[in-house]
């Protein structure tokens, strides 16, 4: 099993940035496809974005393309998302989370950090 653990959210103004970050402890984390998602208020969770086991392939949902990068340093056993350009929609909890399968879907996640608040203000 691998345990996850996100940092902080925050307040942001629209157009301003955030980076999350998502330590996992327990087995080895390169082994693991991880991922973003969130869910906000009175709506379903839903994938943000994805990388593979190496880093080597990204994944986005359409509404965070080319505003949101998710990168993984598999030596800090850490997996970030950089948030640029936020906006209001963007508020919702994050989660940080991780399968063995390798895949983007976000019905194979199977591993889940506690969820960090992410608030952006207009």
């Known amino acids: 099993q691998v345990q996850l653990v996100e940092s902080e959210g925050g307040l942001v103004q629209a157009g301003g940035s955030l980076r999350l970050s998502c330590a996992a402890s327990?087995?080895?984390?390169?082994?693991?496809?991880m991922g973003w998602l969130r869910q906000a208020p009175g709506k379903e969770r839903e994938f943000v974005a994805g990388?593979?086991?190496?880093?080597?392939?990204?994944y986005y949902a359409d509404s965070v393309k080319g505003r949101f990068t998710i990168s993984r340093d598999n030596a800090k056993n850490t997996v970030y998302l950089q948030m640029n350009g936020l906006k209001p929609e963007d508020t919702a909890v994050y989660y940080c989370?991780?399968?063995?399968?390798?895949?983007?879907?976000?019905?194979?996640?199977?591993?889940w950090g506690q969820g960090t608040q992410v608030t952006v203000s207009s």
């Open positions: 990388i593979s086991r190496s880093g080597a392939i990204t």
């Open positions: 327990g087995r080895t984390f390169s082994t693991y496809a």
């Open positions: 989370a991780a399968n063995l399968v390798g895949s983007f879907d976000d019905g194979d996640y199977e591993y």
